[in-house]
C-alpha cells in the first residue's frame, strides 16, 4: 500500500478531548495491516544512522516497537514514573495544567547508543523534549526525532529547534 493511502486511514475526530480539539485518532491505521506496515516501512526510512529505537508511551510504543522490529533493532520504552520494574532515571516536564514524569532504565542506553526517539504525534513538544533531554543526560546520541503526525500551530518544532537547534525531526502529516 502506498504511503498516501495509508494516510488516509487516519481520522479526525471533532472536540475530543474537549471542545475545540480536532483529535486525529491513528486506530483505524493500526487496525489495517497493511496500512500499518506501509507506515511503519516509511518511518524506519528516516534515519539511518540510528542503532537502537526509543518509543514514548503510549503510542509512541506502537509505533515504535514497528520500526525496531522493521529495522532490526532493540527497543527502549520511555515510560511514566513507576512503570518500570528495575531501576530508572527520570525526567519531570511541565504541562498544561501540572506536571508530570518519565523515566527509562538505568542501563537502557550508554555511549554508543545512537536512538532514534518515536512518537506518535508533535504537538507542543513538551514531552519529547523531556524524552530526548533524558535520553541524552545517559550519555547517548540522538539521530533523529520521527513523529506520525505534527500539529503545526501548537508550535513544537520551534520548541525543539530552540532547545536542540541541530536536531532532525521527520513527520509524515502535517495537520
Do not use: W
Amino acid at each position: 500500500m502506498e504511503i498516501s493511502q495509508a494516510l488516509t486511514f487516519i481520522r479526525e475526530v471533532p472536540d475530543f478531548p474537549s471542545q475545540g480539539i480536532r483529535f486525529q485518532d491513528i486506530t483505524p491505521l493500526l487496525a489495517h495491516p497493511e496500512a500499518f506496515a506501509s507506515v511503519a516501512r516509511e518511518l524506519s526510512r528516516c534515519d539511518a544512522e540510528a542503532n537502537i529505537v526509543a518509543g514514548i508511551e503510549a503510542r509512541g510504543f506502537i509505533l515504535g516497537s514497528a520500526i525496531a522490529l522493521h529495522r532490526e533493532q532493540g527497543f527502549i520504552p520511555v515510560r511514566k514514573k513507576g512503570k518500570l520494574p528495575y531501576k530508572t532515571i527520570s525526567r519531570a516536564y511541565g504541562l498544561e495544567y501540572g506536571s508530570d514524569e518519565i523515566e527509562i532504565h538505568q542501563d537502557a542506553l550508554g555511549v554508543d547508543s545512537q536512538v532514534l526517539v518515536v512518537d506518535d504525534v508533535l504537538a507542543t513538544g513538551g514531552t519529547l523534549e523531556a524524552a530526548i533531554e533524558l535520553i541524552a543526560s545517559t550519555g547517548a546520541h540522538i539521530t533523529s526525532v520521527v513523529v506520525l503526525l505534527e500539529i503545526e500551530a501548537l508550535k513544537g518544532r520551534n520548541r525543539l529547534l530552540n532547545s536542540f537547534p541541530k536536531l532532525i525531526i521527520h513527520s509524515l502529516v502535517s495537520a
